[in-house]
């Protein structure tokens, strides 16, 4: 369930090649904390950030499924395996 406290990354301001590092230690971090859902906020401006998220939520064995935030399309909520 996704509340207030939801765990939120800001991916603001960052470089592209940063992305795979910190959303992995993101999800490695809140899967030893037992979240099952988390926040990734990429911005909405440009799909650059958005496309990369998508790629390394793609390649990541701890997701069980992501999509966008219907409500905030600046967002990215993702479930993952805990």
Do not use: A, P, Q
């Given at each position: 369930m996704i509340t207030s406290k939801t765990p939120k990354l800001d991916l603001h301001g960052e470089v592209v090649a940063m992305v795979e590092v910190l959303?992995?230690?993101?999800?490695?971090?809140?899967?030893?904390?037992?979240?099952?859902?988390?926040?990734?906020?990429?911005?909405?401006?440009?799909?650059?950030?958005?496309?990369?998220?998508?790629?390394?939520?793609?390649?990541?064995?701890?997701?069980?499924?992501?999509?966008r935030n219907n409500w905030n399309l600046g967002e990215t909520i993702v479930k993952l395996k805990i």
């Open positions: 959303v992995n230690e993101f999800i490695n971090d809140n899967k030893k904390m037992k979240n099952e859902y988390i926040i990734i906020i990429h911005g909405k401006s440009t799909n650059i950030l958005t496309e990369e998220v998508s790629r390394v939520l793609n390649k990541n064995k701890d997701v069980l499924e992501y999509r």
